[in-house]
Each structure stands twice: as structure tokens, then as C-alpha cells.
């Protein structure tokens, strides 16, 4: 806290964390999507539900069975937690590209914030705003879909879980780009198709043997299996293997992150 003596201010003392800091880098980057909810929140709750008109009703999801659960009902997780996925990248991985691009970037390195705090901080914007776009997804889906959880402990885990996953990716696809077409192409080439792939509209057994095993390989495949478990108590493989999966990708990326920052990649030249 600010001392004051003899009613001069003195200087503020930093503890292990700087809580101050911490708090203005979250508010800065929650604010970000915020203030621009019509392109961060609606949209992505429009195309939500697109999706789910175009693949349940225009393609004849409507009739269908997997696993005796109505099709109907097995696709809006899937469809919940991708876009909730794609809003925690792109809220992370846009906040770096526009500062480095902009040269604002010094701005958030000459404050005492460690890289911890750094990584900490983005990753919880990029987590809130995944957060939200899925609350308000699954409040505007339940208007033409029946959703029910089932298990409050499998949606809350994977949501919080799968949302850091690709904020983390966000960070480290925002600390590499140099501009919005290296960013556009990890997006293109490794979001999109590792979400695709994880049994967003689909069972992975349904896949052939090859296909299945890089299905099982992939982390959103787990994100979305555990997710969806949540909602309908129906899941594609072991769930506890599910959870130890996400957990060690998440430590892995924040340990990449954090020493990417703490040797300032592509931030301090």
C-alpha cells in the first residue's frame, strides 16, 4: 500500500505479487471485450446459433440418435465450448498483436509485473471472456434447444479449463505473430482444425482407426468430450484421463508462456 509521511506520499512497497498491477492488467483486458460486446459477445453467440440451426435442422440433425441421446441434444456443448475456445484465443492473442503492432507494448512491460503476473493476467481476460460468450450461448440456446446439466463439477471444470487452454495458445500465438496474418494463420491452420477435430459435431468412435487415434491425441478432443459429459452424461472416452490431460496441457503452456515473456521473444527487440 502508498505510505504517507508527514503527508508526503512515499513509495509503494510490492509485495510477492503486485496485486495492484495484476488488477488494472485484468480490468485492461476484460474491458477490451466489453466495451465492444456487439463484436465480442454477440457475434459469437449469433454464429453459435447458426451452427446449430444449419447442422440440427438444414441437415436433418433433427431425427437422429447418437448413443440412444437425441442428436439435438448431444450438439450444443460442442458447439458451446468451441466458440467459448475461439473467444479465449482470440481475446489474448489480439491484445498482444495490436500492442506490438501499435508500439504500446512498453507500456505493460515497464510496470513491476513479472512475467507470471503478465501470463496470469492476459490469461484471465482471455478466460473471462470465454466465460461469458458461453454463459450467454447456452442462455440463448436453451431458447430453441433443450439443455439440461447434468453434472455442474464436468461443465464448470472443463469450461474454466478449456478457456485457459486457448488463451494460453492465444498468448503464445500473440507473442510470436509480428502481425494479423501470422495470426490469422494460426488460427486457420492450428485452432480451426484441432477444434474440428475433437468431436464437436461428432462421436470420435464413429471415425476410422487412424483418424480416431489423432482424435484421441488432440487436447480439444478431451475439452469437448468432458464438457459435453457435463450437459448430456454421455462421453467418448475415460473422463478422469480427460482431466489429468487438460491439467498437464495447461501447466505445459503456462511454463512455455511464462519463459517466453521472462525472456521478452519478439516483446523487448
Known amino acids: 500500500m502508498t505510505e504517507a509521511t508527514s503527508g508526503n506520499l ?14 488494472v492488467l485484468i480490468g485492461k483486458e476484460t474491458g477490451r471485450f466489453l466495451k465492444v460486446y456487439a463484436q465480442t459477445i454477440v457475434a459469437p453467440v449469433v454464429t453459435t446459433l447458426l451452427y446449430y440451426i444449419v447442422f440440427a435442422f438444414a441437415l436433418g440433425g433433427g431425427g437422429r440418435m447418437i448413443d440412444g441421446v437425441a442428436y439435438l441434444a448431444f450438439l450444443p456443448p460442442g458447439l458451446i465450448m468451441m466458440s467459448m475456445a475461439q473467444n479465449a484465443f482470440a481475446n489474448t492473442s489480439s491484445s498482444l498483436v495490436i500492442s506490438k503492432i501499435q508500439g504500446n507494448i512498453v507500456d505493460v512491460l515497464m510496470p513491476p509485473l ?4 503478465l501470463v496470469v493476467g492476459y490469461v484471465t481476460g482471455g478466460v473471462a471472456r470465454g466465460l461469458v ?8 440456446l436453451s431458447v430453441v434447444a433443450h439443455i439440461r446439466i447434468l453434472h455442474w463439477d464436468y461443465v464448470l471444470y472443463h469450461a474454466v479449463m478449456g478457456s485457459m487452454m486457448l488463451a494460453l495458445l492465444g498468448v503464445l500465438g500473440g507473442i510470436w505473430a509480428e502481425k494479423f496474418d501470422h495470426l ?12 474440428f477435430l475433437s468431436g464437436t459435431f461428432y462421436m470420435a468412435d464413429r471415425l476410422p482407426g487412424a483418424w480416431r487415434l489423432l482424435c484421441h491425441l488432440n487436447p480439444f478432443f478431451y475439452m469437448i468430450d468432458g464438457f459435453r459429459y457435463g450437459f448430456i452424461g454421455l462421453s467418448d472416452h475415460t473422463l478422469h484421463i480427460g482431466i489429468l490431460v487438460m491439467a498437464f496441457t495447461n501447466i505445459a503452456l503456462m511454463t512455455l508462456a511464462y519463459r517466453l515473456i521472462a525472456a521478452g521473444y519478439k516483446l523487448k527487440s
Do not use: D, H, K
Not at 512515499?10 to 488488477?23: K, T
Not at 490469422?184 to 477444434?195: H, L, R
Open 114 to 117: 513479472s512475467p507470471f503476473e
Open 10 to 23: 512515499g513509495p509503494r512497497r510490492i509485495g510477492a505479487v503486485n496485486w495492484l498491477g495484476l488488477y
Open 133 to 140: 460468450v458461453g454463459i450467454v450461448s447456452i442462455a440463448c
Open 184 to 195: 490469422a494463420a494460426v488460427q486457420n491452420f492450428i485452432i480451426m482444425p484441432a477444434t
